[in-house]
């Protein structure tokens, strides 16, 4: 009798143990699994919301005032930046010192591979020697208005045929490109955020074909502090230029749509 209920106990033990085998394998393949839909789901077709929390890799190219500042922002918030500018890291250094170790300079094509996303934050006038190849795929923060004392007359801007940001598309087109820092002044960037909810918040205008890249902005711009407008495709961008109602003044988001309707071409 007692070997029957020895043989029993030994018996329930063992399928007890192979449950939690089965358990165990179960939770292992649906990590695993949910590990292969992550990594499948880099690029554009992840949801944007998501490419915020994960990447943490950025490339700056332009080490200008706005670039500097985003770089800053982006360093206090844990992102590691990789930042060029058109005279070569080696001229960077003491910003890189300043940023920290989260940072290094690299050549801009260096800058758009090590990127999950990129900020292009130079002249107009030098978008045509942008690294196509290393920003396929990606966002790609346009952070540019159109000067024609820097950049020299160009006929489709002068003639409202056209805006900076579907410029930059256009030479991008394996990019997602997504308006972003155009219209406040570098300074700002870094002491003018609140957090959500805040009353009178700042907010910042946003342009994109794409309404996953306008989502993926609108979680940058809150991490600095700011409340978000859509403006709507890229041909509509040029509301938030320079010259208009909307460029370089502090606006909650309220205003901000007020300025926008008031814009004229």
Known sequence: MRASLRRTASTRSERASARSRRRSTTRGASSSASDRVRTARVGNARPAHAFS???THVGIIGAGHIGSAVARGLVAQGHQVAISNSRGPETLSDLVAELGENAQALTAKDAAA???????TIPLKAIDG???????GKFVVDTNNYYWERDGHIAELDEKKTT????LQERLQQSTVVKG????????ILTDGAPAGTPGR???ATSSDSADAVTFITKIY???GFDTVN???LDESWRVERDQPAYVVRQTADELRENLARAER
């Open 53 to 55: 929390r994960r990447m």
């Open 114 to 120: 090590f990127g999950e996303w990129v900020v292009v």
């Open 130 to 136: 942008l690294p196509v190849d290393e920003l396929a």
């Open 164 to 167: 900076t940001s579907r410029m």
């Open 181 to 188: 820092f155009n219209h406040i002044p570098a300074a700002d």
């Open 202 to 204: 700042r907010a910042l």
């Open 222 to 224: 809150d991490d600095f």
């Open 231 to 233: 403006v709507g495709g």
